[in-house]
């Protein structure tokens, strides 16, 4: 029992730190950061973009890993490894209610990307409504100046534009 206690406060702990160390290399970071959410088309958008943007300078796509795990590991270790890129490009996939919020914020985009609201997660969401307020939250976290791109098809994700 006090093992068992004791690993849970060392991974709490290993954690933090590893969410310290991802958000300085965000803040010291010169790159483009490109958040992409969407119920579908997310990995297609960001491996096309990468793609594209590979013609303009170093890219480095989070593809498919797309939590807040994968997102302190791409800014604190994958990226170091990798050196000084031009453009981040990540995928932020929602498992439930607040979950894109922290990965927004600790991306910070400059350019965040909204493919769709469907109800692929309809136990964690219910709604489309609450599928679009999560996906929101990824726009809401744009810097000063950034933009979002936005699927005009989808009222829902059109709806994202008041505010921005």
Same mark, same amino acid.
């Given at each position: ?58 890219? /480095? ?14 800014? /604190? ?9 031009? /453009? ?77």
């Amino acid at each position: 029992m006090r093992n068992a206690r004791l690993r849970k406060v060392h991974e709490g702990l290993r954690q933090y730190v590893r969410g310290y160390k991802a958000r300085r290399a965000r803040s010291k970071s010169k790159a483009i950061f490109i958040g992409v959410t969407g119920s579908s088309g997310k990995s297609t958008v960001t491996a096309l973009l990468g793609h594209i943007l590979d013609g303009h300078g170093s890219v /480095y796509p989070q593809i498919l890993a797309n939590t807040i795990r994968s997102l302190v590991a791409t800014l /604190y270790k994958r990226m170091k490894k990798n050196g000084e890129v031009d /453009y981040v490009i990540f995928e932020a996939g929602a498992s439930g209610v607040g979950s894109i919020k922290p990965m927004a914020e600790m991306l910070l985009p400059h350019v965040a990307i909204v493919t769709m609201v469907r109800l692929e997660h309809f136990g964690a969401f219910k709604t489309l409504e609450n599928v679009a307020r999560e996906k929101r939250a990824l726009v809401d976290a744009l810097q000063p100046g950034g933009f979002a791109v936005l699927n005009a098809d989808d009222p829902l994700v059109l709806g994202m534009a008041a505010g921005t």
